[in-house]
């Protein structure tokens, strides 16, 4: 086995991480800093804390931090009972997500593919061309309709 010096790993690393410095640490000292002063225009006069001070006193601003801490709990709550409930349910409700899936495939093929580029000529507008976003829908459809009619262990 070839053995390096412990600090190798960390000389290839050193690139991604002052790039990672670069992108998200220094917007951030900047806006600590943009946010020390009075703003008019490109710049403005020292100021401190004022700024932070007359956010804390406003009432608006306690509802947004106690609407954001209850996002913050309930999001992992919903995610982890969401995931629970999706494979509990999954093979009984294997049989609606086919047709479902089925369904929605053949709408976006051959309501926005088919009828719209060739009957409407939906390829030759510059306003409203559909065809990407309905080619995307398609793709994803048909990609979660192939991994559900995927067998299980127990079937194979």
């Known amino acids: 086995m070839l053995r390096t010096r412990f600090w190798v790993p960390y000389l ?6 002052a790039l990672l410095c670069l992108v998200f640490a220094y917007p951030v000292v900047r806006v600590v800093e943009f946010s020390t ?3 008019r225009g490109a710049s403005g006069p020292y100021v401190g804390s004022l700024n932070y001070r007359l956010v804390w006193e406003d009432p608006t601003f306690h509802d947004a931090l106690e609407h ?6 309930a999001v992992p709550v ?5 995931i629970v409930f999706a494979v ?8 609606w997500a086919v047709a479902g899936l089925t369904i ?3 709408l976006y093929l051959f309501g926005f593919m088919t009828v719209g580029a060739e009957w409407f000529l939906m390829w ?5 061309n559909g065809q990407q976003a309905a080619f995307r829908v398609i793709v994803c459809t048909a990609l979660v309709l192939l991994f559900v009619c995927q067998p299980t262990p127990e079937e194979s």
């Open 104 to 106: 929605g495939f053949v």
């Open 78 to 82: 919903l995610l982890f009972l969401s």
């Open 37 to 39: 002063r009075l703003i």
């Open 88 to 95: 509990l349910l999954f093979d009984r409700a294997r049989g």
């Open 12 to 17: 290839y690393v050193a690139p991604a991480a």
């Open 124 to 128: 030759q507008s510059h306003q409203w």
């Open 68 to 73: 954001s801490a209850l996002l913050l709990l």
